[in-house]
């Protein structure tokens, strides 16, 4: 277990090492006003370090605070179409293993619906739900998160040994048998996969979502920094964003790695 949580860590700061490369050799190398493009250390500085002389009002205690409840906003909008499109891409995932006439029936219809491009789609979700509501963010968030996921736990359940199957259906078994002590078991991996895969996924629907509904959270702010030229606040909050993104998509792989090194599984990547 210890190697697994040491494989884990290494694996974070390595992203972390290279995500701050790129981001600094992009503000370096693209030609843009250092007005404009502000790097890592300008974010550092903003919300960590006071300049001399500050007002109230403009130390970096304050620049904190303020985009503190966007962050929280965002972050509760993101883990609404976490939970959701996890939920929903498990349960059809079991319904299409059980039933090839549910997957049939089901799953062109969710081919369909992803092959639209959700901008496209949105101000149709929007006039449905109202906009500005939890709904429209849910099913926003939902559709980001729900195809991969969906994708990746059938991959999952469809790997199921068939001498396994075949093992449990000899002693009595039924469908429903065989996919609770066979499929979801050797699913795990996929099902993980699926998590780490919609972390990311959830935080984009939820900015997506603000942005196009609620006006609300970082997604909703951006466009208002970008016009009152609040530079700062804008690369700040988008720091903030993908920091904890990539340290809640390390934490997955750590309940990853941990799980199935406890049951014994080998890592597998779908």
Excluded: C
């Excluded at 694996?11 to 404009?36: D, E, H, I, K, R």
């Excluded at 976490?82 to 498990?90: C, D, R």
């Excluded at 040994?161 to 075949?166: F, T, V």
């Excluded at 964003?241 to 406890?262: D, G, K, W």
């Amino acid at each position: 277990m210890s190697r697994a949580i040491a494989r884990s860590l290494l694996n974070a700061l390595m992203t972390l090492v290279v995500v701050l490369g790129l981001w600094q050799a992009v503000v370096s190398f693209a030609g843009v006003s250092p007005y404009v493009a502000k790097g890592p250390l300008d974010v550092f500085r903003y919300l960590f370090v006071d300049e001399v002389g500050a007002a109230p009002g403009r130390l970096a205690a304050d620049h904190r605070e303020a985009l503190r409840p966007l962050t929280v906003q965002t972050l509760q909008d993101a883990s609404l179409g976490f939970g959701a499109g996890m939920v929903i891409a498990i349960v059809l995932a079991v319904a299409f293993s059980l039933s090839k006439t549910v997957e049939a029936g089901v799953l062109p219809l969710a081919l369909l619906l992803r092959s639209v491009p959700l901008v496209s789609i949105s101000p149709v979700i929007i006039l449905i739900t109202g906009r500005g509501t939890t709904a429209s963010v849910a099913v926003i968030g939902t559709i980001v998160v729900l195809f991969p996921a969906l994708a990746s736990a059938l991959f999952g359940l469809g790997r199921a040994s068939p001498e396994s199957l075949d093992l449990v259906r000899v002693y009595g078994g039924g469908n429903a048998t065989a996919l609770r002590k066979v499929a979801i078991p050797g699913a795990l991996p996929s099902l993980f996969a699926a998590a780490r895969v919609s972390v990311p996924g959830a935080v984009t629907g939820a900015l997506l979502a603000e942005w196009l509904s609620t006006g609300k959270g970082i997604g909703g702010s951006i466009q208002k920094f970008n016009a009152s030229a609040r530079f700062d606040d804008l690369w700040a909050s988008v720091a903030i964003i993908t920091a904890i993104t990539l340290v809640l998509y390390n934490l997955v792989q750590l309940m990853e790695n941990v799980v199935l090194a406890r049951m014994g599984m080998s890592q597998q990547q779908p």
